[in-house]
C-alpha cells in the first residue's frame, strides 16, 4: 500500500512537471525549497530551476520577465537568455538579476555593478548611485529646477528677514529665527570647504540684495559665482519638501505642550505636578498662564502661574489620586483619570 502511494506522488508530480515542460517554459523560478523527485523531473525534462526566497527580487524578476507570480501556465514571462555569471570572483545565482537579459524588447529593471577597493568606497559609490536614481525620477515627476550651491538658501533667508521687518510684536523674532536657519546650508559648504563661513555668507547677501539671485558658492575656487553658468542647479520638489517639512517640525515644536515640574502644597495634602497649559489654552483662558493639578484626594486645582495663587478647586472630581491631567488643544476642556480606572 505504501508502495502504491509512492508510485502515486511520483506520477502527480511528474503530470505537473510535464504540464509546465509542454507550456513552452525553460526556467522555473520558487519561492520555497524544491523537493529533491521534482529537481529529478525538472533535470528529465531540460527544465532549469532556480530559487529566490526574497520576495522583493521576486517583484523585480516578474517586472523583468512580465511574468506574474502565481501558479497559472497562462501567465508565463519571457526572457532573451537566463544564465550563471561570475562577476568579481563569485557566481551570481541567487541575485537572479544579474543574470537574466531581455535585450529586444527592453529591460524595465538593470543592475549596476559597483567596484572598490575598501567597503567605505563601496558604500560612497552607492550611495551616489541611489542620489542620481532617485534624482532622476524625481525629475520625471516634477522637472523645475533652482539654483544650487545655497543659492536658493540665502535668498530665502533674504526674503523672509525683509518680511520679518514689517512684522509687529514678537512675531518678528521668531521669523527673524527662521529665516537665520536657512544660512546652515552655505555655512556647512563653506566649512567642508574649508573656506570662512561667515565671509561666504556675507558675500553672498551682499550679492543677492543687488539683484543677482544665482549667484551661489564655487567650492573649487573658494568665491561666489553665478551658478547659472556652472550649471548647478537643485531640484524644485527637493528644496519644497524639505522646507515644508522643516516648517511642520518647527510649529509642532511650537505648538506642543510643555511640561513643567513644580510640587504644591494645599490643605488637601501633597499636590502631584502635572501639566502646564497650552498655547491653545492661554488663547481660549484671556490669555491667563495656567496649570492644572491633581492630588491624592481626586482634587483637581487650576492655578495662575503669574498671580502665583489657587484661581479655581474641583473637589471630589475623583473618588481616588489623580493620575493624570490634559488639555484638549484648541478647546477649553480638561479630561482628567484617577487610579480608580475613571475618565472625566
Partial sequence: MLENYAKTEEAKIEELIKAVADSGAKVIVSGGAVGEMALYFCERYKLMVLKISSKFKLRRFC??????AIPNLDDLGFVDSVSVEEIGGVRV?????HCVKNE???????TVVLRGSTDSILDDLERAVDDGVNTYKSMCRDSRIVPGAAATEIELARKLKEFSFKETGLDQY??????ESFEMAPKTLAENAGLNAMEIISLLYAEHSTGNTKVGIDLEEGICKDVSTLNIWDLHITKFFALKYAADAACTSRDKLHTEKLNFQSDGGHWLPLLVRSQELFDLCDGQPLLASGGSSGVISIWNLEKRRVQSVIREAHDNSIISL???ANEPVLMSSSADNSIK
Fill in 93 to 97: 545565482l541567487s541575485n537572479i538579476h
Fill in 63 to 68: 517586472r523583468t520577465t512580465g511574468a506574474v
Fill in 174 to 179: 521668531a521669523i527673524a529665527k527662521f529665516a
Fill in 104 to 110: 529586444e524588447g527592453g529591460n524595465s529593471v538593470c
Fill in 326 to 328: 490634559h488639555f484638549f
